[in-house]
């Protein structure tokens, strides 16, 4: 069955220091693969996409990303997470044949800055 | 400003009582979506439209029903709410439901529903 898994629910990262968020996933054939980010109130944002080509791929607020097809992972990194960064971040997959419908959701994982 | 517009934010009703969440959006695009949100869960796909007069139930269709009889509006119909439906609800859209590099979606802010 096709899913995707952020296996960290939440985690608490200093202001400064760098953040990995975690996804897998489990699909048929290599998925688009998306990052999303949900501040308070907000709906989601779109971080960055991976479709092909440059396995590290680079988002807006400084975010990136590396797609890993042997490991079926999407990572999430930022080298020094600002205060501003606290958000909830869902990793997102989607077929190659149908665009942006069939969307897949992780659960999520919530991500705290420490002052 | 591009954007996908959801009312209302938020709303409270009793069980049973029909209501229904707008969704509009001034982009063109061609696909629309609707999720509920819920803690744990992730976002979970209620239905979507290919384009107008077009819908397809998703992975949580049940108690729900769509329309799009325009191509800028989606709205979201509970004939008869109850309380596990009370959740977080998006409406998102997309340029195309097709293959296409530029399809990623484009999220509403939201509508908080609790049903008692």
């Known amino acids: 069955a096709q899913s995707v898994t952020q296996p960290d629910i939440h985690i608490t990262v200093s202001e400064g220091a760098s953040l990995e968020l975690r996804c897998n996933y489990s699909y048929g054939a290599t998925p688009y693969l998306f990052w999303y980010v949900q501040s308070p109130g907000q709906g989601l944002q779109l971080l960055l996409k991976?479709?092909?080509?440059?396995?590290l791929v680079q988002g807006i607020k400084g975010f990136e990303a590396e797609f890993k097809r042997s490991q079926s992972s999407f990572n999430l990194r930022k080298p020094s997470v600002h205060w501003s960064d606290a958000a909830e971040y869902f990793c997102?997959?989607?077929?190659?044949?149908?665009?942006?419908?069939?969307?897949?959701f992780g659960a999520g994982t919530r991500l705290f800055v420490k002052a | 400003e591009a954007q996908v517009t959801q009312n209302p934010r938020y709303l409270i009703t009793v069980t049973g009582k029909k209501l229904t969440v707008t969704c509009s959006q001034n982009m063109n695009h061609e696909y629309m979506s609707w999720y509920r949100q819920d803690p744990g869960l992730g976002l979970r796909q209620i239905y979507y439209?290919?384009?107008?007069?077009?819908?397809d139930k998703g992975d949580v269709p049940e108690g729900y029903k769509v329309s799009r009889k325009e191509k800028r509006n989606f709205p979201l119909i509970l004939e008869s709410p109850s309380p596990n439906q009370t959740s977080l609800y998006f409406c998102a859209s997309s340029l195309t439901g097709t293959s296409s590099y530029n399809s990623p979606l484009h999220f509403g802010n939201g509508t908080r529903l609790t049903v008692t």
């Open positions: 997102a997959v989607g077929p190659r044949n149908t665009g942006g419908f069939k969307t897949i």
């Open positions: 439209s290919m384009n107008v007069e077009v819908t």
């Open positions: 991976y479709f092909s080509g440059d396995t």
